[in-house]
């Protein structure tokens, strides 16, 4: 599992306790967790950038494969994340579907379009990306607040959860009775 916004999930969410318990009651097998944080460079690092994204594939995960007993298995691999965390995991599960299969986004940043993009501005631009490939194999996780922007947020969203919809993926689609806040998140973070 590799958690963008490491610093939040540790500090904010309480992951490693959460796992623990999980792991504690055999809700889930024993994971490995990379938590990568960004703090200063999020928001170079967590726009659907190809540089962060071939570290994490290329450099980080060979290097924890040989380090530790870790499956090869891309349906056993989840990447996940929040807000702008959350765009870059769906966005890893595009580029590296053979590395993660599963993806969690916690109220993705969908309303992020590269500067190249020609589309109308009111487009998911994640979800023009997955529309124009055949499908791959990935589940998700996807959830949004219902305080949260209506056309950044909840709109991009949808449009995204309706597109891998269409295309035949798995999808957990959740709208939560809050904002962009980690009072929820760290109820909800595993549900992927």
């Not at 450099?59 to 691999?77: C, F, H, M, Q, T």
């Not at 929040?82 to 993705?108: C, D, P, R």
């Not at 309303?111 to 997955?130: H, I, N, R, V």
Request: aromatic content about 12%; hydrophobic content about 40%.
């Amino acid at each position: 599992m590799v958690l963008t916004d490491g610093d939040e999930y540790i500090n904010m969410l309480s992951a490693t306790k959460v796992l623990d318990n999980l792991i504690s009651d055999k809700k889930i097998p024993y994971v490995v967790v990379i938590f990568i944080d960004s703090t200063e460079t999020r928001e170079e690092e967590l726009m659907c950038n190809d540089t962060f994204a071939d570290i994490i594939v290329k450099e980080l995960i060979p290097w924890v494969r040989d380090n530790y007993n870790i499956s090869n298995k891309a349906d056993e691999g989840i990447i996940g994340g929040l807000s702008l965390g959350g765009l870059t995991a769906a966005y890893l599960g595009l580029k590296y579907s053979e590395v993660f299969g599963n993806v969690i986004s916690q109220s993705g940043s969908y309303w992020y379009k590269p500067e190249s993009y020609e589309g109308a501005e009111s487009d998911c631009w994640l979800s023009t990306q997955f529309d124009a490939i055949d499908r791959l194999p990935l589940k998700f996780y996807l959830n949004v607040g219902v305080l949260e922007d209506k056309e950044d947020m909840i709109d991009t969203n949808i449009k995204l959860r309706d597109v891998l919809i269409k295309k035949g993926y798995p999808v957990e689609f959740e709208e939560f009775k809050s904002g962009h806040d980690y009072l929820y998140w760290e109820k909800h973070w595993l549900m992927g």
